[in-house]
């Protein structure tokens, strides 16, 4: 293991202590997982791109395909390739003491750890490529409302982090393989269809003066 790769591991470990084990709280504990698990939170995303691909003219529809299209490239190329590629060992199956969500019960991480508690790997998190393609994305759509799909995405990523099942780098890995399937597939498919181009929110706001406004002039 190389000098620059061995920091970069014992920064994850640090970080995971810091992050997973520090701030290890009752309240987390109780929304983090639903965060984590996407089968809590998908179905209403599923949902509301179908009603927007329904009640959203032309525009909505093409934005629905072009967000089912990022699904298409992203799980698998996260979840089939890059996993694959990395071969990163997930923290709850080589690191003792940290708090891990199994079967809707907490657990610790036992010294030495003899399980292997999920057998997949670590990086990158297709969780945070998935959500944060998809944050990026209908962000950018719609610009207004930004902060909602950042947090969004920024939650499930940490809540990764927090059930013990991802190092903070795999989901670093995964924004940033987030961020460049948007770009490309901006550059390829967005660019070539105007009409998904968002209104900037300086520009939505039409400012008229008073005598515009009021034809008498007085």
């Not at 927007?52 to 525009?59: E, N, P, V």
Request: net charge positive; glycine share 6%; proline share 6%.
């Amino acid at each position: 293991m190389s000098s620059i790769t061995a920091f970069f591991v014992y920064l994850d470990v640090k970080l995971m202590m810091l992050l997973n084990v520090a701030a290890h709280n009752a309240l987390f504990d109780f929304v983090m997982p639903f965060f984590a698990d996407d089968k809590y939170w998908r179905p209403p995303l599923i949902l509301a791109v179908i009603l927007l691909m329904i009640f959203g003219k032309k525009r909505g529809r093409l934005l629905g395909v072009a967000a089912i299209f990022l699904v298409a490239i992203s799980d698998p190329l996260s979840s089939r390739i890059l996993k694959d590629l990395f071969s990163r060992i997930r923290p709850c199956n080589v690191l003792p003491g940290i708090y891990l969500w199994k079967h809707g019960v907490w657990l610790v991480v036992p010294d030495p750890v003899m399980i292997v508690y999920k057998s997949s790997f670590a990086m990158p998190s297709s969780h945070a490529v998935n959500s944060g393609v998809q944050a990026i994305f209908w962000a950018w759509a719609y610009p207004r409302t930004r902060w909602y799909w950042y947090s969004f995405a920024v939650l499930i990523g940490y809540s990764r982090i927090y059930v013990g099942v991802h190092w903070t780098f795999d989901i670093l890995a995964g924004w940033i393989v987030a961020i460049g399937l948007f770009l490309l597939v901006r550059l390829i498919i967005v660019k070539k269809m105007p009409l998904l181009q968002p209104v900037p929110v300086n520009q939505a706001i039409k400012t008229v003066s008073p005598d515009e406004s009021d034809g008498s002039g007085s």
